[in-house]
């Protein structure tokens, strides 16, 4: 995500970092390329030259702080900026109607489908009853997608068939959410190739009919400045309240991302990052922000772990890796939240210098390979291997080797680092306890407040 902005703006991060004073000829100098940087990110031109000229005038304005040098003052101002830039906070979708609804309007291609299906998921996680509308009456294989989403999901769709009347199919779908107690319906709408008047205004008409409470314009972040003017072009028909930026994962530019809220005013609510149905989030502008500037993404990776892993569950897993009673069962119970979490490289992307690590470390395919043969070497273990690996002697090692595709060389591998850790953890568990009970449990110690 945002890959080669996040590089260029990082090489240009370094000249900063190192201006010993504030002067209006190095703060050009060095905002020269951050502003090539944006424009390689195909940045609208107009939206790169006003970001410049905020952060130079603040920049020449600033006093800098004692603790900070003046390059990093300067790197806390182009992150202020940037955060303003792609709306400086989460706006949330409005939900207020009953029911309330949503259209997904965009262009064919764009991703409104499944970013239908996404937001439906989403809003069922946060106690939502949501039900579908499949409102493209000229492409049945958008019916037939929603539908079998739908199932996946288990959301219901409302669709009809061989009718051609957009309008008919809203206040039907409108009698039935309100029949069966649905409380947020979401139309996914009619696409072209390209905008055309017809398409626009039977949007319109449609509109018009629900009263919709968000109108969300589906972009593929890829397209960069067309987003944009496909954005603008849609809000003067349609007055948009938002947009869905979608594929953002595979975007290393992010023109569309930094242009869109500048050029159109209106904010971006959600952003596809993945084909997955739960890769779709609320955007946070001071996280994308964050993940630009190769800062990472703490509080998204803490929200993800979260959803994964229960506070409990973490409590009770703490404990035991504090008492040394981490087991094999405790291991493959992680690599699977680890596995739902999402890709090990997005994961690493969202901490602090992530992007670097993954520069020097490569790909990290491999490693997940390796995490998906470490499972299988313990699913080949029965309950009370996987508790008491002590017991696997020679004969118990070949059979497990054999039921998880793997040699015994590899799984003894396996096993004696899983033995390095356990031992690490039990010396962790010890210097915590003896730790707590220097500052608070010893005679004349007393604990520090």
Known sequence: MFDSLSGKLQNAFRNLRGLGKIS???????????????????????????????????????????????GQQIIKIINDELVA???????????????????????????????????????????????????????????????????????????????????????????????????????????????????????????????PQEVLLVLDAATGQEAVNVATHFDQALNITGSILTKLDGDARGGAALSLKSVTGKPIKFAGVGEKLDEFEPFHPERMASRILGMGDVVSLVEKAAEVVSEADAKRMEEKMRKGQFTLEDFLEQLRAMKQMGSLENIVKMLPGG??????????????????????????????????????????????????GVTVAELNT????FNEMQQMMKKMGKMQKLMSRMGGGMPGMMPRR
């Open 24 to 70: 209006e000829s190095n703060v050009a100098d060095s905002l020269r390329e951050v502003r090539l940087a944006l424009l390689d990110a195909d940045v609208n031109f107009k939206v790169a030259r006003d970001f410049i000229a905020r952060v130079q005038a603040k920049a020449i304005g600033a006093e800098v702080i004692a603790s900070v040098s003046p």
């Open 414 to 417: 396996m096993l004696n680092k």
């Open 355 to 404: 992007s670097e690590v993954l520069k020097q470390q490569g790909n990290l395919s491999k490693q997940e390979k390796e995490f998906v043969r470490m499972e299988a070497m313990i699913c080949g273990m029965t309950p009370k291997e996987r508790r008491q690996p002590e017991i696997l002697n020679a004969k118990r090692r070949i059979r497990i080797a054999k039921g998880s």
């Open 85 to 211: 830039l792609l709306g400086s906070a989460n706006a949330a979708i409005n939900l207020s109607g009953n029911p309330a609804c949503v259209m997904m309007v965009g262009l064919h291609g764009a991703g409104k489908t499944t970013s239908s299906g996404k937001l439906a998921k989403l809003l069922l996680k946060q106690g939502r009853t949501p039900l579908l509308v499949a409102a493209d009456v000229y492409r049945p294989a958008a019916m037939d997608q929603l539908e079998t989403l739908g199932k996946q999901l288990e959301i219901p769709v409302f669709l009809k068939r061989g009718e051609t009347d957009v309008l008919k199919i809203a206040r039907e779908a409108l009698a039935v959410a309100k029949e069966t107690n649905r409380n947020t319906l979401i139309f996914d709408t009619a696409g072209r190739l390209q905008i055309d008047e017809p398409l626009v205004q039977e949007l319109v008409r449609l509109r018009d009919l629900v009263q």
